[in-house]
């Protein structure tokens, strides 16, 4: 962990700081590889603030040539491209495994790329969420995702349960923004009992608190619950051992911190305890039958021994080549080093943000770095979305939420220093005006 304190003594509000910091930094270089949006102002065109890597990752500048590369292939061979072609289709998606199973702390055996994220959620809770009358309840955080909360509801409905009844949220105390993880214990161990499965954000999307994953996972094992963690906000975003931890499963989308495209392909994880169980309940579907057997074209569905019998269809290539180009970088920098420039980021936005020109501006995640990654969310006093639109005039994008928190996000694969600065400069100029 870096000495944060060490860096607080070093930071400034000056401007030339931030620049001479960027300058130094390693990972700088690393800005290079992905488009940074411009904007277009006074006949003078200059690069965004992008702090939206939380909603939608910048593109890698390789995206495109591999692409082409693809469709080259198709359209030189043809079918035959599954085999011959220069980076052969038929395990295409296997390319995937090693960077995944390294971003959320897994073996290769244990991740699988494939769909989408809510799409992947229900596949796994047809296998996980198994409801009896003793046991029927999910719990969930109540500022969830709204996919996750539609998502549980409809499977308590679907197995003959009630929501209102046996969706149990976790709210915070009075006059606070975050859950206390001695508070979402007390719950679990009090609710356990009826509890079949406890799914929970890694990172809260709304406030950008990072939960005490291994904490939690222990509390609801030890309860007899299954536990499962939708990691949207936490992959590519905070390191993590889902396989250490004895996590049952989780599932993430590739579009935020992981810089794959809208709507990219997502990602899954299913403990190794659970992957020689062939009689737990499935859903079936063509790729996800042994490879060795699987043009035998039989009618029995034999399902192999990785998260891999979790895939329905054949993998869209021109979808997964995006996840290949963007998790080689990752891979390339790796999660210690994004995780020490992440603290970094956000601590030093969180400096600026205390001066008392931002005296509106009022951080509600957590100030404890390990619990939160790189994202800060603002409550504004008096805010709207006027905030929003007068810094995308002032060249900064951020993610506005009703009715006044603003969500910004220095990822640092692609954020500086001086990104930063600039960001807590012009929200000063508006909150000012």
Known sequence: MPDTCAAYLAWTTERAWAVQQDQIDPLTAVRNEFHIPQHQQSDCEHSMVYLCGNSLGLEPKSVAGAITRELEDWARLGVRAHTAGRNPWYRYHEQLREPLAKIVGASCDEVVAMNSLTVNLHLLMTSFYRPTAERPCIIIEDSAFPSDSYATASQIRYHGFDPEQHLI???????????????????????????????????????????????????????????????????????????????????WCSYKYLNSGPGAIAGAFIHEKHLKDAGLPRFAGWWGTDPVARFKMDKEFVPVCSADAWQ????????????????????????????????????????????PRLSRARIITPEDVNARGAQLSLFIEGGSLQIHNALLARSVTIDFREPNIIRAAPAPLYNSFEDVWRFVDALAEVLEA
């Open 169 to 251: 949220r976790l709210k915070p105390r009075d006059g606070e923004q975050t859950l206390c993880t001695g508070d979402i214990i007390q719950t679990i161990q009090r609710e356990g009992s009826r509890t079949a499965l406890v799914m929970l954000g890694g990172v809260n999307y709304l406030t950008g608190q990072w939960f005490d994953m291994p904490a939690i996972t222990q509390t609801g094992h030890e309860q007899g619950c299954v536990v499962g963690w939708d990691l949207a906000h936490a992959a590519g975003n905070v390191p993590m051992q889902l396989h250490d931890w004895g996590v049952d499963f989780a599932a």
């Open 312 to 355: 329905l269809s054949n993998p869209p290539i021109l979808s997964m080549t995006p996840v290949i180009e963007a998790l080689a970088i990752h891979d390339r920098v790796g999660m210690a080093a994004l995780r020490e420039r992440s603290i970094q980021l956000t601590g030093y936005a969180a400096f600026l943000l205390s001066k």
